[in-house]
């Protein structure tokens, strides 16, 4: 049987995968245009556009596997999806400027990613990874002189972001993998007494119907399917309470006056052999007496 959990992990993975391939385009779109030429790769063209363009290819290929292989993924794919996401980003931030471009705050996303597909401590890890890799870009920037110390300021701040991200996420996620579990398991002990149920009322020697507010029956068990048939030429289980005219009469003056005791019903096929005749004591409750919707009918072999 399959997990839901695992069905929305990798629901979850193939919508991201979308945005992953969605920022590529894009940001090789951009640097293309002339909207964003003064930001996108202005310190280092030829890097941002292999980045890019690396970046992009991947991500259309993990697109098409997760096409091809419609299953949850396994801690270490994700994982490593993830951490090529963040040396990507990383290396177009440098390429465009650093952490003051801007292009910083996408690891926010790849760490929010994390919080949610991976564990605790998975996510920390790849948050400490994303961080040591802001930090040694700004050292790297300061030792090569393009950048001033004010952009040590600027990639801590991005750091304290990311871990921020991923502890919200962590704990987020974790109240989310709790209530998905509680769900499944409220769902399973409902499909279970609903099944115990079910088949308590099939073994039952009373007969139950459950007959809608227009007549339509809706659940009929074997006891009052043999009762019904053996005072009925037709084989076949009534799909309406009109089809047992007489049934439907004793309901109808049960519902003009319910404290009124059901009588009796007698069916017979051959209406020439009284001798024959099934003799039914009947019974009536509302399902739910404020809605008046479904009606439940109990039928009693009289004779036995």
């Not at 870009?137 to 950048?147: F, L, T």
């Not at 974790?174 to 079910?198: D, P, V």
């Not at 003056?253 to 020439?272: A, D, F, I, S, V």
């Amino acid at each position: 049987m399959n997990n839901p959990t695992h069905n929305n992990d990798y629901q979850l993975l193939r919508i991201y995968s979308y945005y992953r391939c969605l920022l590529g385009g894009l940001l090789l779109a951009m640097f293309y245009s002339s909207l964003a030429r003064q930001v996108l790769g202005h310190n280092d063209p030829s890097l941002f556009l292999a980045s890019a363009s690396i970046y992009t290819a991947l991500c259309i290929l993990t697109l098409i596997l997760i096409w091809w292989f419609p299953k949850s993924p396994s801690v270490e794919q994700t994982f490593t999806v993830l951490f090529i996401d963040i040396v990507a980003i990383t290396l177009m931030m440098h390429a465009s400027g650093g952490s003051t471009s801007g292009l910083g705050f996408l690891l926010l996303v790849c760490i929010a990613a994390g919080g949610i597909f991976l564990g605790a401590q998975t996510s920390t890890a790849l948050a400490s990874l994303a961080t040591i890799f802001v930090i040694i870009e700004a050292v790297y920037s300061i030792g090569q002189g393009e950048a001033g110390s004010r952009y040590v300021f600027s990639a801590g701040t991005l750091g304290v972001m990311l871990f921020i991200t991923s502890l919200t996420l962590n704990y987020l996620g974790g109240r989310l993998r709790i209530s998905t579990a509680e769900a499944e398991n409220q769902a399973a002990q409902a499909a279970h007494l609903q099944k115990l149920a079910q088949l308590i009322i099939e073994r039952m020697h009373t007969g139950v119907i459950v007959a809608s507010a227009s007549g339509h029956i809706e659940l009929l068990n074997q006891s009052a399917t043999k009762l019904l048939a053996a005072s009925s030429n037709n084989d076949a289980p009534p799909q309406r309470l009109a089809e047992i005219p007489e049934l439907e009469e004793h309901l109808q003056l049960w519902r003009q006056e319910p404290q009124r005791k059901p009588g009796t019903l007698q069916l017979n096929p051959n209406p020439n052999q009284q001798d024959h005749a099934t003799e039914l004591r009947l019974s009536f409750a509302e399902l739910d007496p404020q809605q008046h919707t479904e009606t439940l009918i109990f039928l009693e072999d009289h004779r036995a």
